[in-house]
Every structure is written in C-alpha cells, then in structure tokens.
C-alpha cells in the first residue's frame, strides 16, 4: 500500500499545455522557474516560492513556458480534509517551506511512514491548507467561448506592442461593442483590464527565469513608462517587481 503522503522533486522542460489529473490531493510548488494553471475558466502563474493545492480528481490544464524544477506532495484524500477550493494558488510562509522541505525525505514507497514523518506531513496539510484559503490575486481569465478565447490569445500573443482593442475585435471577428461584452459577461473584467493582469503575469515570468533588469522586463511587457509598469504591478501584487523577485529565494 502506497504511503497516505510522499514527496518527490521533478525538473521539467518547455513544453505546451497538457491536460493533470491526478487522485490524491497535489501540493505543487516551484522551486526554480514558473508554470501555468488552467482550470474552471481562470489561469494562475506559479513562480518560486508559490504553490498550488490540488484537488483530488481534478482535470486541469498545464503549461510550462520555461525550464522549471517543482518540489511535490500527494496526499491521500482519507489523509486530509477536501481542499478548500478545486485549485488554489498563494504565497508559501516561512513555515511552510520549512515542513516542506522536511518532508522531503519521504518519497513513494510501500513502507508506511514513521510515525514522525505522518506528523509531519500532518501539520504541513494543516499549514497549506489554511494558506490556500488566502489565493494569489495573479490570476486571468481563461475564457469560455472560443470567440473570447481566441481575443484573449491574440492579446498576449501581442503584450509587447501597444496592442488595440479594435485591432484584436477585427481579427475575432466581431464588432468592439460585442466583444466588449463578452469579456464583462465571461470574465466580469473589461479588456485593458484584463490586458494588465497579463501584463503583471507575463512580467512575473520573466522575473523568475532570470535576473534581468526590470526596466527591460517593463518594456518587454509593453509598458513605455516604468513608473506605470511599477504602479500596474504593486496594485495586483502588493510588491514592487524588485521586491516580488526578492520573494523567490527563501
């Protein structure tokens, strides 16, 4: 009989939106790089010294943009509680990286766990669980109608030039008012709004697969003024890019 939690440490490669499900509760966190989430009509980055809580069961989509090292927990759903929501993404706290990472000495094995080790695994479920009830606000909509995902597409294809509403209507084929008002019915979001979340989360991006300058990573993202690429992105996050980039090492 499989452990009731194990951890395990992965390194994955590029590589484009794949459908996870898994039948144990999944605790993903990564510790290098950053990878995307999709369920339920919302995408959610997931930079280092994030995570996210999985629901046993669970179909999500995933996509990794960059080289990414991830480090993992399964429990097993008689172990803990039901998640509080299907998939949750927020910041870990010291102590949670702690227990995680003395966890981490427990992999998959039909040896059950010592007793210390179930302690463990315990009171980091009990931590997790408790910080997934705070989810990350870096999140954007995903879309339902193949219209809007098709608009949404084409603007973060287009996050790196002053990209027009206008311009993106014509290409989906719609008149602006209507598309506008597929993005309030879908997403409860206007489209420049939308179009800054993607902004922040492509610049979250770029901060965790390297150390370039955050100037350049405003332009690359499309702003012109790095005073309003400041201000766009403490607004969604609470930190300033040089700040948010801070938080990725322990």
């Not at 009731?4 to 939106?17: G, H, K, L, W």
């Not at 370039?212 to 790095?226: D, M, Q, R, W």
Request: aromatic share 8%; charged share 25%; hydrophobic share 45%.
């Amino acid at each position: 009989m499989t452990r009731q939690a194990y951890s395990f440490v992965r390194a994955f490669v590029p590589e484009p939106a794949r459908d996870l499900r898994v039948d144990r509760h999944y605790l993903l966190c990564a510790s290098a790089g950053a990878l995307r989430l999709e369920a339920q009509g919302q995408a959610w980055l997931l930079p280092p010294a994030r995570a996210a809580l999985i629901e046993a069961g669970r179909a999500i989509r995933v996509s990794i943009p960059q080289p990414v090292t991830t480090a993992s927990v399964l429990f097993d759903a008689g172990f803990t509680p039901p998640p509080p929501a299907p998939l949750t993404v927020f910041d870990l706290t010291p102590l949670a990286r702690a227990l995680l990472a003395e966890c981490g000495g427990w992999g998959e094995s039909e040896e059950p766990l010592p007793a210390y080790a179930e302690t463990l695994f315990a009171a980091l479920a009990a931590v997790t669980w408790r910080l997934a009830e705070r989810p990350s606000p870096v999140v954007v909509p995903a879309g339902k109608s193949p219209e809007l995902r098709r608009a949404l597409r084409l603007t973060e294809e287009r996050l790196g030039e002053q990209v027009r509403f206008e311009d993106v209507a014509d290409r989906v084929g719609l008149a602006p008012r209507s598309l506008a008002r597929r993005f309030e019915d879908e997403t409860g979001m206007t489209w420049r709004a939308v179009l800054r979340r993607m902004r922040v989360m492509r610049a979250i991006e770029l901060l965790a697969a390297d150390d370039a300058p955050v100037t350049g990573i405003a332009f690359a993202v499309g702003y012109t003024s790095l005073s309003a690429f400041n201000a766009a992105f403490r607004e969604l996050t609470g930190r300033s890019p040089t700040q948010y980039r801070a938080s990725f090492r322990p």
